[in-house]
């Protein structure tokens, strides 16, 4: 009896740690694919709910914007998203990730949305922080600098 008890802890724990793939929610940030974010969001809906969930859950909701029908529906979805992510990038200012996933946003964003008044923050927090991220953080940081206008050669 013990022993079911233990090996259900066991499973119960892996799957909600295994809810957060970063690599795959970072694939869906930087492809142009609705399924693949519609999959990374939908995956976060029974994650346990945390700061690091929302972040992502912001980030990738701001992203799902662009697949929109409607120019109001495109506006409405990116401003709950970034309602979510500000508000965590404010309650968890030393953050490095978020403020990378606000960066990844905000260079990517249509101008006329005018949400690009933190790059140059968001990119010192990034240079400063990068060495106490976690690998997976790493590795998509990297790979986006090489595209990036603002991490270009600074990473």
Known sequence: MKFLIFLSLTVFTFNASAQLDRKAIYSALAS???ELVQKQLDGLQDAKESSEVKAFKGALQMKAAQFQKTAKDKMTLFNSGKKVLESEI?????NVEYRFLRLLIQENAPKQLKYNGNIDEDVA??????SKLKESTKTAIESYAKKSASLKGLI
């Open 32 to 34: 142009n694919s609705k």
């Open 125 to 130: 927090a990034i240079i400063a922080g990068y």
């Open 90 to 94: 404010k309650s968890n200012d030393g």
